[in-house]
């Protein structure tokens, strides 16, 4: 990405100075093993941040004051740029259909931290809490993007944040409620099926984000669509599943896959439309392995 000037979001809340507080987040449900991997994945289901994480009994990590510069402060300038350029696209994208977008606060932690929905810790990946509606995000997580998932670029990271505010999104549009109600008169297989859709929206609107931004706060370069392809692959389902245990259970599938993912991301940059993201009724991703 070429960055065309542009300002940083102020809306962010630096915990990175704080002191370490709260456990690890302990899903349930889903199994353990596929538990294990969705903690390192780009911010999970959000219904499983809010309702299976177990509420531990450590004070909460308050912000604290700033002592000097951070290791990670180039890679917090650049978080900073891509929130604002998801604020400035989403308030004229929603103004367009009559609606007023209400930026979201991203918090920078490092280690452990509290949220609304419960202990974080690195291990969580970045993700959105509608219990306090905040984005959280360790910087070391581009680390494990770029050697873990082999998806390094710095596209590949705006689409990290961009997914997140895609959630945010869902959540302010009333879509989460609506899905999380509907999971509650659901099966385990039927409620995973709706949260791979709820994830999918996730990817769509972050490629109508990109559709929106590009030739404004940035400009793309040789490899940069790539690069968030090479994320959207490498954290399907699919291609986790068949890493970690030797084989791929579809039923267990709460992001979606590889092509999947891959597929409403691609769709999303290339329409820039918000109204084409209906992924609950659209099946035109069916035969995508």
């Given at each position: 990405m070429r960055w065309l000037g542009g300002r940083e979001s102020g809306n962010v809340e630096?915990?990175?100075?704080?002191?370490?507080?709260g456990g690890l987040l302990v899903g349930g449900g889903i199994g353990t093993i596929v538990i294990a991997i969705i903690v390192t994945l780009l911010g999970g289901d959000p219904s499983d941040l809010l309702n299976s994480s177990q509420q531990q009994t450590q004070s909460p990590t308050m912000p604290g004051a700033r002592t000097g510069p951070q290791p990670d402060d180039a890679a917090a300038s650049f978080t900073r740029k891509v929130l604002a350029s998801t604020e400035d696209a989403w308030t004229q994208i929603l103004a367009k259909e009559g609606m007023q977008y209400r930026p979201p606060t991203l918090v920078f932690f490092r280690g452990q931290t509290r949220s609304g929905c419960g202990a974080a810790s690195a291990a969580s990946g970045p993700f959105y809490c509608p219990g306090d509606k905040k984005l959280y995000i360790d910087l070391s997580f581009y680390d494990d993007l770029a050697r873990r998932f082999q998806a390094p670029g710095d596209f590949a990271m705006a689409y990290v944040i961009a997914h997140e505010v895609g959630h945010y999104l869902q959540d302010e549009l009333g879509i989460m409620d609506k899905?999380?109600?509907a999971q509650q008169q659901m099966n385990e297989r039927q409620a995973n099926r709706m949260s791979v859709r709820l994830e999918l929206q996730a990817d769509y609107l972050a490629g109508v984000w990109a559709h929106h931004a590009q030739g404004k706060t940035f400009t793309f370069e040789p490899g940069d669509v790539e690069e968030a392809l090479t994320a959207a692959n490498a954290?399907?389902?699919?291609r986790i599943q068949k890493e970690t245990q030797g084989y791929v259970v579809p039923d267990g599938f709460t992001h979606g896959t590889s092509a999947q993912r891959m597929y409403w991301f691609s769709k999303g940059l290339k329409t820039g439309d918000l109204n084409q993201g209906d992924t609950f009724n659209s099946r035109e991703d069916a035969n995508l392995q």
């Open positions: 630096d915990r990175r100075g704080s002191g370490g507080g899905v999380h109600s954290i399907g389902d699919d």
